[in-house]
């Protein structure tokens, strides 16, 4: 069975830091890219950082670079979201998704975590 576990998220200050983690399970970590995205209720789901299988390519939305750091470590099958001076617009529940490299159409979600930045 397929499983992606997000943790880390919760309540930080304008100008905190929080790292994301997702733990997946039930398939070869390796022969996924792994995309963090996030939502805000009533827009759309949006694109936040991509990492390629190896960790060696990473993209961003022009909203977070700069300022979050995508990475993962495949011996531990996990993908990380290091997020630094977090605003409040970086508020949104944070998902974990793994993308297979041979068939595009095959495609797991985690659960999601609630990440509020707030004063």
């Known amino acids: 069975q397929v499983q992606l576990v997000e943790s880390g998220g919760g309540l930080v200050q304008p100008g905190g830091s929080l790292r994301l983690s997702c733990a997946a399970s039930g398939f070869t970590f390796t022969n996924y890219m792994m995309t963090w995205y996030r939502q805000v209720p009533g827009k759309e789901r949006e694109l936040v950082a991509t990492?390629?299988?190896?960790?060696?390519?990473?993209n961003y939305a022009a909203s977070v670079k700069d300022r979050f750091t995508i990475s993962r470590d495949n011996a531990k099958n996990t993908v990380y979201l290091q997020m630094n001076s977090l605003k409040a617009e970086d508020t949104a529940v944070y998902y974990c998704?793994?993308?297979?490299?041979?068939?595009?159409?095959?495609?797991?979600w985690g659960q999601g975590t609630q990440v509020t930045v707030s004063s």
């Open positions: 998704n793994a993308k297979y490299a041979f068939d595009s159409s095959r495609n797991y």
């Open positions: 990492i390629s299988r190896g960790g060696g390519t990473t």
